[in-house]
């Protein structure tokens, strides 16, 4: 009765307290990868070209199918490497099984290591080790999680992946071509493109910054500052080459 009681008090202080954690870091390093590419690439095409005194039409062509390019070619990448993740789990999963199938007392005496590493004595971790052997799954995810350092992905992560920094290239990538859209001289499109950008990517590494756990502003004035030298250094390439 004392246990039920425990166990029933304990359902009520979880029930009381729900903890603020982001949980969402793979769906972010997604819009990271995709946002900050989106937005420095198609913008150093852009300069570079306008270096080279292209019309604000070609740019503007270049840069579209830059984006649709880049935009598959970055989803498909973070298809393939999520695939990867989820094959590699499966086959550690695998192995894992069939170590605790085979030598169950060295499987055991892992877990035992494991916990001791927490600061908790034989007898402390001794009935974990004994109720775990008992109950095959979850000695199984335990020993993926805390032993291999392995969280089990989810069936659409792949999918998921490819579409989010898909959509993130191309939202990024449109920025700096705003303008080339509405400004037919490519110079005075370039100036513009250049502020737009870059008010784009302080506030992008703002929020990159802030997601983090990195220093907002300094993460602000970091990506700035890789798109500006990447744009920089396209329209210096241009400039010189045409010379």
Request: charge should be negative; glycine fraction near 8%; hydrophobic fraction near 45%.
């Amino acid at each position: 009765m004392a246990e039920v009681r425990n166990t029933e008090s304990e359902k009520q202080l979880l029930n009381h307290h729900k903890e603020k954690h982001f949980t969402a870091g793979e769906i972010v390093r997604d819009i990271i990868i995709g946002v900050s590419d989106g937005l420095t690439v198609p913008f150093a095409l852009a300069a570079g070209l306008s270096g080279a005194n292209a019309s604000s039409s070609i740019i503007l062509t270049a840069g579209l199918a830059e984006v649709a390019a880049g935009a598959i070619s970055m989803g498909l990448g973070g298809y393939l490497a999520a695939k990867s993740e989820a094959d590699h789990y499966m086959r550690e999963l695998k192995r894992e099984e069939e170590e605790i199938i085979s030598v169950p007392d060295t499987e055991a005496a892992e877990i035992a290591e494991i916990l001791s590493q927490y600061g908790l004595e034989p007898h402390e971790y001794g009935p974990v080790v004994s109720a775990l052997r008992k109950k095959p799954q979850a000695w199984l995810e335990f020993m993926m999680k805390f032993e291999l350092g392995l969280e089990k992905p989810s069936p659409r992560r792949a999918l998921e992946s490819a579409f989010t920094i898909a959509i993130a290239y191309i939202i990024g990538g449109l920025v700096p071509l705003i303008p080339y859209m509405f400004i037919s001289i490519a110079k005075k499109a370039v100036l513009t493109s250049v502020v737009v950008t870059l008010v784009a990517l302080l506030f992008f590494g703002y929020v990159k910054g802030h997601y983090t756990d990195n220093k907002p502003l300094r993460s602000a004035l970091q990506t700035a500052l890789i798109g500006a030298v990447a744009s920089a250094t396209a329209f210096g390439i241009a400039k010189a080459v045409q010379a």
